[in-house]
């Protein structure tokens, strides 16, 4: 039995400091035995739960040396991904995965829904290779499983016997990116029937220019509804909404809360990708979260991609990826950015079904420490966790910086050479 007492601790909106108790690895009212827990005094640093990221590429990450960049288009990168892709090994897969998830754990995240390409070219390396950097880093991140037929479905033949393969061999849930297939439609309609088959979530890569005709988005929210799939479907990208007038996005936005479908906007990728045919005037063409917030769709900010053509950077930060979307869509005030955070912590459980996420008694104890004045200042100052914690178990520290100025001693380290 493991049992950390937190002192001196303070919680968002919350003014007077507090204590947290910790045992076997959730937090509890009070401890139930007699024995002494470990003490930790956090001298009024701010303690947020465990960001979350809902939608990443693990197996794609980190292979921009490998790939040649001229137009930055949607269609290169796929192109780009497929080359790349016929020399992947599951043990390169795991090496560029374990990077990423190293830079996600000190970023604060403590759980992450990774999207892993299934095709015939593919097969299930990518998958194997995640399926054990679930195992090996369960100690700091929980890992879910998307598999999904980037290169397409119906005019890939196999690819569907796969993806149920890796359903039973540990995936979680399917993925579908319906823009791949002559009938976009067909597939968003097998993958229904499939995941009602393997009772699975189903998230998609959705609706990814700023053309608002011919957008999937309306067959997802048919087929949610007719399947009683509320709840269990996301759409990614979806910047297609951005370019709708207020009063149709608004009507969208009712339809997807009755249809209960949520919605990812990844602003990294998005921002990178699209409106690369306008040279003046460039539209933001993010998916308008805030409208679509406040109509009852619940909604997260996420990754994507991290140095790959889809996104050429990435430091796998949430912070930082919820700033990004706060300052392109002028997002400012406090509870603007209390929503920000939102997108990527508790909004994000919601889309998760994360059944015990959070900071009181009976949730799980994953959660980070931050040295900021407020929750909304984390996301405005794009404030970096000093510390992290999975099942009441600290997975990581982070030294403050120190400025040296002429007067102090400046220590001397790489290298220590005196001039």
Not at 39 to 60: A, F, M, N, R, Y
Not at 106 to 134: F, K, S
Not at 257 to 286: I, M
Request: net charge negative; proline share 5%; with cysteine.
């Amino acid at each position: 039995m493991t049992a950390l007492r937190l002192i001196n601790a303070r919680l968002p909106e919350q003014a007077e400091l507090c204590e947290l108790r910790i045992e076997n690895g959730y937090f509890v009212s009070d401890f139930s035995t007699g024995q002494t827990p470990a003490s930790l005094d956090l001298q009024s640093q701010l303690v947020l739960p465990g960001l979350l990221e809902t939608h990443i590429h693990l197996d794609k990450a980190c292979i921009m040396s490998r790939c040649q960049l001229q137009h930055g288009t949607l269609a290169e990168a796929v192109e780009q991904t497929r080359q790349a892709k016929a020399a992947f090994s599951e043990e390169d897969v795991y090496q560029r995965g374990a990077q990423v998830l190293e830079q996600a754990i000190l970023q604060g995240t403590t759980h992450m829904r990774t999207h892993v390409e299934i095709d015939p070219q593919i097969g299930l390396t990518g998958l194997h290779a995640v399926l054990r950097l679930r195992e090996d880093y369960a100690w700091a991140i929980s890992l879910q499983i998307c598999v999904f037929p980037q290169e397409g479905m119906l005019n890939n033949p196999g690819t569907e016997a796969l993806l149920v393969r890796a359903l039973q061999q540990g995936a979680d849930l399917l993925g579908g990116c319906p823009y791949t297939d002559s009938d976009p439609d067909g597939q968003i309609e097998r993958l229904f029937a499939l995941a009602q088959a393997h009772n699975c979530d189903l998230d998609f890569h959705l609706d990814f220019d700023l053309n608002p005709q011919q957008m999937g988005i309306d067959k997802v929210i048919e087929c949610a509804e007719r399947y009683g799939w509320r709840g269990r479907v996301t759409v990614g990208h979806v910047t297609k909404l951005s370019a709708l007038p207020r009063e149709e996005l608004l009507a969208k936005a009712a339809q997807l809360a009755q249809a209960g479908v949520n919605v990812t906007c990844l602003p990294s990728t998005d921002l990178f990708l699209t409106g690369r045919e306008l040279f003046h005037n460039k539209p933001r063409g993010l998916a308008p979260l805030a409208q679509l917030d406040q109509c009852g769709v619940t909604c997260s900010l996420s990754t994507n991609n991290i140095d790959n053509p889809f996104t050429p950077y990435g430091d796998a930060s949430l912070v930082r990826q919820a700033n990004l979307f706060a300052n392109v869509s002028q997002l400012a005030t406090e509870a603007e950015l209390l929503r920000c955070l939102a997108w990527v912590s508790t909004e994000s459980a919601r889309l998760l079904r994360l059944p015990d996420y959070g900071l009181t008694p009976g949730c799980k104890a994953d959660f980070v420490v931050f040295d900021a004045p407020s929750a909304a200042a984390v996301v405005a100052q794009i404030k970096a966790p000093l510390m992290g914690f999975k099942a009441g178990r600290q997975t990581f520290v982070r030294e403050q910086p120190q400025l040296l100025a002429p007067h102090r001693h400046q220590p001397l380290e790489i290298g220590q050479r005196l001039a």
